[in-house]
């Protein structure tokens, strides 16, 4: 089967692009395309294989969406897929809402398939000898639809569910979510409306996939360095708004009658942690002194990633394991508050409305979720995540690596900063510490 690739955006931003990828560079040291156009073919078929991660087959699967034209299929499975039959055709492609034409060339055979993945109301003219045969604009309404959200980063994911409940509110679609297993439980209680799948096919109308990469390709409809987490599945399922926030309800009681605080020391890489010496143990004594019991819910005891090893501090109580997420969920619910980094558990406190002071200084304010307890110092060099000219993930400090200037960002936030941000949210929430109750 012939696969002719198409793009929304403009191919030259993805040609300027090529020089600076290194998957780019082993695909061209590989290829034997002897034009340009050809290289673009080949790099988009081993592209979007390696970095979307799409299901083995899928560009040869079968099309079962009938067109009533022998040999003319049609569907929207990880964006527009058309089976072309042999013949004097003209394929014209174009978005519904705004008119701009993305394709529109004469094809004999094979099949034509979309770059871009995420949701565009798509607009298909097809031609035989230059008479219209077949028109269809994309309407997911009464329509078998899955969403696919399988990166397996905890953060990622709560951000990107609240727009999931409002695609298929949107849409009228029969919408099916596929996600990890370790998610399942927590999705049910959230979103109990909408079906789990763990398989998926391509007998549906349409699939999409939620994934935000920092790569300098334009596969998503904006850098993702430059958009707020909360922003980033509107993004991709074509909603431009914040929708409404799910509400989280609780499953079990509290672990203990007592006030508790719940603390998260490591994050999946040690450039996102907290650095300053003893910071962790400091910020707990504080927490112990106003008579807060301190749990630590990580998932590790103990954590070394890129030569940092971080620890349960040792004030806390040790709450670590590969506990499920609702019993996390529950836990964060019955907590007075949570101290965390820019990661996962973080995102999980926020889902599940319980008060978050954030210690992130490697990302901008407006990166993640909003919260008024956010600590950073804005005073050493800060943001790396969301700088495009910083390689955030290749190296645990982009900017500073092997001078003392390295991790600033983590490095110089101080107890005092923390503590200031705690006792501001015990202000704000009107919460009375253990400690001060018979004041």
Request: aromatic residues 14%; negative net charge.
């Amino acid at each position: 089967m012939r696969l002719h690739f198409f793009t929304v955006n403009d191919i030259e931003d993805y040609r300027k692009n090529y020089r600076y990828s290194p998957e780019v560079r082993e695909i061209f040291k590989q290829s034997q395309a002897q034009t340009s156009e050809d290289f673009d073919q080949e790099f988009f078929y081993k592209f979007l294989k390696r970095l979307f991660g799409l299901p083995e087959g899928f560009f040869e699967s079968e099309i079962y969406g009938e067109t009533g034209i022998d040999g003319l299929r049609l569907d929207f499975n990880f964006g527009l897929r058309l089976d072309i039959p042999e013949g004097n055709f003209r394929v014209k492609v174009s978005d519904f809402d705004s008119g701009q034409i993305f394709f529109d060339k004469y094809i004999s055979g094979g099949r034509l398939i979309s770059v871009e993945n995420y949701f565009i109301r798509w607009h298909v003219e097809v031609f035989l000898d230059e008479e219209k045969i077949f028109s269809h604009t994309l309407d997911l309404e009464g329509q078998p639809v899955v969403i696919i959200c399988k990166t397996g980063a905890l953060g990622d994911t709560l951000a990107f569910l609240p727009y999931v409940r409002e695609f298929k509110k949107v849409h009228r679609c029969d919408l099916s979510v596929s996600l990890p297993k370790i998610f399942h439980e927590l999705f049910a209680r959230l979103y109990p409306e909408i079906n789990l799948v763990d398989e998926i096919n391509f007998e549906t109308y349409a699939t999409y996939r939620l994934l935000m990469i920092l790569s300098p390709f334009p596969l998503t409809p904006a850098d993702s360095r430059k958009v707020s987490l909360l922003r980033a599945g509107g993004l991709l399922l074509g909603i431009d708004y914040l929708p409404p926030k799910n509400f989280f309800k609780p499953t079990e009681p509290p672990v203990t009658d007592e006030p508790y605080v719940c603390i998260a020391v490591q994050a999946a890489q040690a450039n996102k942690g907290w650095h300053w010496p003893n910071g962790w143990a400091v910020v707990v004594d504080y927490l112990k002194a106003l008579g807060y019991r301190v749990f630590c819910i990580d998932r590790n005891a103990e954590l070394t990633t890129d030569d940092f090893t971080i620890r349960k501090p040792d004030g806390a109580e040790d709450f670590t394991g590969n506990r499920p997420l609702l019993e996390r969920a529950n836990m964060l619910y019955h907590a007075e508050f949570f101290i965390g980094l820019g990661s996962g558990l973080s995102w999980l406190a926020w889902t599940t409305d319980c008060p978050v002071v954030m210690i992130c200084g490697f990302s901008q304010d407006w990166c993640e979720f909003y919260t008024p307890y956010r600590v950073a110092n804005r005073r050493v060099c800060n943001g790396c995540f969301n700088n495009r000219r910083a390689s955030f993930l290749q190296a645990n400090c982009p900017l500073h690596k092997n001078t003392p200037r390295a991790l600033e960002c983590q490095k110089k936030i101080s107890p005092r900063m923390v503590i200031d941000a705690i006792e501001k949210l015990i202000v704000d929430k009107k919460l009375i510490p253990p400690a001060l109750k018979n004041f």
